[in-house]
Every structure is written in C-alpha cells, then in structure tokens.
C-alpha cells in the first residue's frame, strides 16, 4: 500500500496553461504538505494543511491554489504556468499531535515547462 | 533565521564510515532529521533526533548533535553502494508544521 500517493509523477505542459497535481495519503494524518525541489535539488516548503485548513503560505505566487477536498487529499492547481515552475513537487503528510511529525513523502511529481 | 547548511558533496569508499554534517541556525528547533533521496525517488526519513539529546544511534546509523554550535551529524558505518544517495537534513521549529531543509549532501560510495 503507497502511503502518499501522488499523480501525474511527470508532467510536461506548455507555458500558459493550467495544470493540477493530485496528492491522498492513506495513514490518517491530519496535516499535509506541497514542497518544490529546483533543479539544485533545495527544498522548499510551498503550503501546508491541517483538516483542510491553510496554515502556511510560503510566499508562493497566487498562480498556485492547493485545494484540500478532505483531510487525505491535497491537490495543487496551477494557473498560467512558466518555465520557472519546472521543478519536481513533493507532497507530504504528518500527524501532529505526534512530538517528531515524522513527515512521510510522496514520489514526487517532475513538471517540465515547455 | 532559518538557515540549514550542508556540504555538496561526499566521496568515500565502499566498507569506510561517512560523516555527514548540517549546521543550523535556530536554536528554538524541537526536532532534527535526516532524509535520504535516491535518483528519481521521494525522501525517505532515516532518523531524527530530539534538541535535547546529544546523540542517537540506530544500527549504522549514528547522529550526533551538538546544541552550542547548533551542529549535526549523520554519521554512517560499513558504507555500502546503496547508500549512495542525497541525504538532507532538516529542522521543524517548534510551532511550525513544516520542514526546512539543509541543501543536501550528495553522498558517492566507490567500491
């Protein structure tokens, strides 16, 4: 059983559109994350979520929209993409009330802009 | 500030000890981690430690911490080819539900 599953795990799309990357986890974690690794593999954290709510907001431009239907899903929709957004996006799921929120990673979904 | 800093890069040969180190710049971190990355694979957590302990070992697996200098260490024994990977490591600041990552440190196991 996949833990954090995401989906497409690669994406090649042309500049201007909008696209969506799907992410579930199945351990009954009540928070979850999108992260952007670049091409010099540095992670950065995006957003992240507790029972569907938004509690971090990294600076990221408003193009990006995650959506959380459930607390197993998390989504994220892109609007108007640019080269620059190429770069591989992890989720990720914890549970905090847990002191190490031991975070768990999806694969990865690699998105190249075109 | 929420710095984490590592080493690039990592030669040693297969059957020797690799250390690894991270530096880190908030001292109010509750929870320090080491995550390992294969080519074209997610992260896969290898340990983590607690600010409060100097050290944990976990079969080859030994972190070192060391608070006065905010210093941390992943040290592994009997490195073998698999090990070749990148390895991050990562703090979670207290109230914060997110990790910030070190670059990573690109660990190459020569036979």
């Known amino acids: 059983d996949t833990a954090v599953s995401q989906t497409p795990k690669y994406l090649v799309t042309q500049m201007g559109n909008d696209k969506s990357i799907k992410c579930e986890q199945n351990?009954?974690?009540?928070?979850m994350y999108w992260y952007k690794q670049d091409s010099k593999k540095f992670l950065k954290i995006m957003f992240s979520y507790n029972n569907k709510e938004l509690i971090i907001n990294e600076t990221v431009p408003n193009r990006f929209s995650p959506k959380s239907p459930d607390k197993a899903h998390l989504n994220l929709h892109i609007n108007s993409l640019e080269l620059g957004d190429s770069a591989v996006y992890f989720c990720?799921?914890?549970?905090?009330?847990?002191?190490?929120?031991?975070?768990?990673f999806g694969q990865g979904t690699r998105l190249t802009v075109v | 500030g929420e710095d984490v800093e590592q080493s690039l890069f990592l030669s040693v040969r297969e059957g020797d000890s690799s250390v690894i180190n991270c530096t880190y710049t908030d001292s109010s971190s509750t929870y320090l981690y080491w995550y390992k990355q294969e080519p074209g694979a997610g992260l896969q957590l290898l340990t983590y430690i607690f600010s409060n302990m100097d050290m944990k070992q976990d079969q080859r697996l030994t972190v070192l911490l060391n608070k006065k200098d905010k210093h941390l260490s992943l040290r592994i024994a009997d490195t073998q080819t698999g090990d070749s990977a990148i390895y991050f490591c990562a703090e979670n600041l207290r109230g914060r539900r997110a990790l910030t990552f070190g670059s990573g440190t690109r660990l190459q196991v020569q036979p």
């Open positions: 351990l009954g974690h009540d928070t």
């Open positions: 990720a799921s914890s549970q905090e009330d847990r002191g190490a929120a031991e975070a768990f």
